[in-house]
């Protein structure tokens, strides 16, 4: 028998090539679980302990437009204290990257 185990199946998906219409979103939700949801939840709505404690806002009730959304990936935020709050992903991802990640976040919006 040469079952492989749900796990390494469900890897070897993961890391697989995407192509169709769907997979763009697909990778860029992962990117999205990845990278966000611990402070901005799965859904945007910051309900995680961290968003919590830092008082994320809820993504889905964001007005700022796309281009102060892309800043925000590439630059993170401080508080007045120079304090982190989000850390900056510039270093992390495409500028391709970045957009896709812009553009999920505006469509989490209602
Ligand atoms: C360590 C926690 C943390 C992580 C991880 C994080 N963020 Fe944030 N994010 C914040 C906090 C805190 C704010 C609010 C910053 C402020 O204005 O003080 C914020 C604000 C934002 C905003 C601006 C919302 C608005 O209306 O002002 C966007 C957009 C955003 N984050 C997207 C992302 C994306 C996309 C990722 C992943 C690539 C991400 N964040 C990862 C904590 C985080």
């Known amino acids: 028998m040469h079952r492989l185990p749900l796990v390494s199946l469900l890897a070897l998906t993961a890391a ?11 990778a860029i939700v992962e990117k ?6 611990s402070c901005h939840g799965p859904d945007g709505r910051a ?5 919590r404690k830092l008082g994320v806002k ?3 009730e964001s007005k700022i437009p796309e281009a102060e959304v892309v800043r925000q990936i ?3 935020a401080a ?9 900056p ?7 391709d990257e970045v957009a896709a990640l812009a553009a999920f976040v505006l469509a989490l919006r209602r």
């Open 74 to 76: 590439l630059d993170g």
């Open 32 to 37: 999205f679980q990845d990278h966000c949801a």
């Open 79 to 87: 508080d007045a204290n120079g304090k982190p709050r989000m850390p």
């Open 47 to 51: 309900r995680t302990p961290a968003g």
């Open 58 to 60: 809820d993504l889905t």
């Open 89 to 95: 992903f510039r270093e992390k991802f495409t500028a």
């Open 16 to 26: 697989a090539p995407l192509s169709g219409a769907n997979a763009p979103a697909a």
